[in-house]
């Protein structure tokens, strides 16, 4: 038994060790954007639901890397203060599946091939959801979603979605960057990321580890019905949100659990639905409810569940028409530990870069925010101001 636990946590470190680096770089170009980003601007571009607002939220949303809490909290504050509710829901979709980091990351423990397909497949689910949204979502059920939004009951990371930290400072984006208020905007969105999505982050390697050690292959083969091309072909983007939803891991913490279900047999198709689905776990599903009432978040979970199957099917069969869908085999789950590579490298540099940046916000009153972070927004709306330091 303790052999078996040291196996599954010595699988978690390895994978750990591998994202590392890829984690750092994504947030703090997350930072950077979300330091010269104002929240103010962001709501008045996303009016309404046509394509080109939809366009700029997707990529506002990319360019603002959060984890799932954090971005569905992000997405019910944007609602809030004017922002189109289709809009803010594909604000939400890239700001957690369309980030650097996670294209990253995919790249590395499963191949190029699955960073194509996940910003060739959020753009579809996206698609999708505002066809679905114009079709379905009646002025009832908004009017309904917009009162209860309005009541401001607390889900998750509601101080975070609350605080404005970008910089006040006019003048061209280098020097409000370079600023020392820049410095400082950009290492307090650093670390509050860090701190949103380390809970998840920590139990996705855990479980990865500890299905990786534990569940035979065959279990998985027999699952994804492996030895039938086509039924897999069909089950897998079905199944995989169904799987992320009882899974309770979301945001990047998922993806090494996609590493472990690949390699067990999910189909390509499986593999993004899985990803996609970090928004439609149970803690999230009850936050929608909190948020909007039950009818929305029955809404919602139906919506998203379909656009996530979707879009799973158009990328299982678009890369598999073009000869794009990787082997199995190739995927890596690391188990080789710390070694003298270029990994080991490029993460000495990166944590000097996150030890600089954790200095910073320690020196320039972070930790006070942090303690502010999960908690409930103050009632005047207003953000935290970095002009104060």
Not at 63 to 86: D, E, H, M, P, Q
Not at 179 to 186: K, L, N, R, V
Not at 299 to 306: A, H, I, P, S
Request: one cysteine or more.
């Amino acid at each position: 038994m303790t052999h078996a636990i040291l196996h599954a946590l010595s699988i978690a470190g390895s994978m750990t060790w591998e994202i590392t680096w890829a984690l750092i770089l994504g947030f703090a170009l997350s930072a950077v954007v979300q330091a010269i980003a104002r929240k103010s601007t962001v709501v008045s571009l996303l009016g309404d639901d046509r394509p080109r607002s939809l366009a700029i939220a997707a990529g506002l949303g990319a360019a603002s890397s959060s984890c799932s809490y954090a971005a569905v909290a992000l997405a019910r504050s944007l609602f809030r203060k004017g922002a189109n509710f289709t809009a803010a829901m594909a604000f939400e979709i890239a700001s957690t599946n369309l980030v650097v980091e996670l294209g990253i990351i995919l790249a590395l423990l499963m191949g190029w091939q699955f960073t194509a397909a996940e910003f060739f497949g959020g753009p579809i689910m996206i698609l999708v959801l505002a066809v679905l949204f114009r079709l379905f979502l009646r002025s009832r059920l908004l009017r309904e979603a917009r009162e209860q939004a309005e009541r401001g009951l607390a889900g998750s990371m509601e101080g975070h979605a609350a605080m404005d930290m970008s910089v006040h400072r006019e003048g061209p984006f280098a020097r409000r960057l370079l600023s020392g208020e820049g410095f400082t905007a950009t290492s307090h969105v650093f670390v509050m990321e860090w701190a949103a999505i380390l809970r998840d982050l920590v139990l996705g390697l855990l479980i990865a580890g500890a299905i990786a050690a534990w569940v035979p292959d065959s279990f998985w083969q027999t699952f994804f019905f492996e030895g039938h091309p086509l039924a897999a072909k069909l089950w897998g983007p079905i199944i995989g949100p169904l799987v992320a939803i009882a899974s309770f891991v979301c945001s990047i913490g998922n993806v090494p659990l996609a590493v472990v279900l690949w390699k067990g047999g999910i189909s390509f198709g499986g593999v993004i639905s899985f990803i996609f689905a970090d928004l439609l776990i149970l803690p999230i599903l009850n936050i929608y409810r909190k948020y909007y009432g039950p009818r929305t978040a029955a809404f919602l979970l139906v919506t998203f569940y379909l656009s996530m199957v979707t879009a799973g099917y158009v990328v299982e069969f678009t890369f598999g028409g073009l000869g794009l869908i990787p082997d199995p085999e190739d995927a890596t789950i690391p188990m080789e530990g710390v070694s003298w590579n270029y990994t080991t490298y490029l993460n000495i540099a990166f944590l000097l870069l996150a030890a600089a940046l954790l200095v910073r916000f320690l020196r320039t009153g972070g930790p006070a925010m942090l303690r502010m972070m999960s908690g409930r927004p103050g009632t005047d709306g207003h953000g935290h101001d970095h002009a104060a330091h």
